[in-house]
């Protein structure tokens, strides 16, 4: 008669189902994807910042050489609009609010997030209408593309950055239904990081030009 033994003694290990990859014990999995998806952003977001920064400095350079190829005096002074100047102070306060509101999504205040990257958004939006109102106010005072070089190179060189200007609202805009709509999801840092440096970009590139119109006028 065999030998009675001890309930589990002898008997094969128990089977215990391994997590899922990245679920282990410090989450090193989830980090260390974080950590490439990151990454690939900044790198993604980097690149197109230097194919923007090309395609303003050949505008630019464009003007230099027309302003010195002008003949019978065909460049004509335009001076810089009055709105022009309340336009880059509501960009330079929406990067201001938008880094702000960066900083306080990072220290775990969400609400400060949320209202800080309201107002900068606004006042992103701003900057676009009064862009509107600025074309529309030289158009009123005759000065169009055709007839005036410098004219012209306002608006190609103002169109193009409001054109960005656009895509980084939608991304701006983005962050903003999603953390308003749906608070208690956790927000991807990697498209508020990235939203904020190509926002904090389109804020020097703006300064570059600004100096090139008063420089000018």
Known sequence: MPALTEPGIGAPPPIVPRPPRGWGEGN?????????????????????????TVTFVALVLAMFVRRGLATNNDWHRLDVPPLLWWNTAALLLSSVAIDMSRRAFLAGNRPRFRVLWLTGTLLGTWFLIGQALNW????????????NPASAFFYVLTWAHAAHVIGALAALYFVLVRALAFPYIPLNRNVMGVSAIFWHFLDVMWLALMSIFVFWS
């Open 136 to 147: 529309k106010f030289l158009a009123d005072h005759g000065f169009y593309m055709r007839h």
């Open 28 to 52: 090193s999995g989830n980090e260390s994807d974080a950590s490439r998806s990151a990454g690939t952003a900044r790198i993604a977001i980097y690149l197109g910042m230097f194919a923007s």
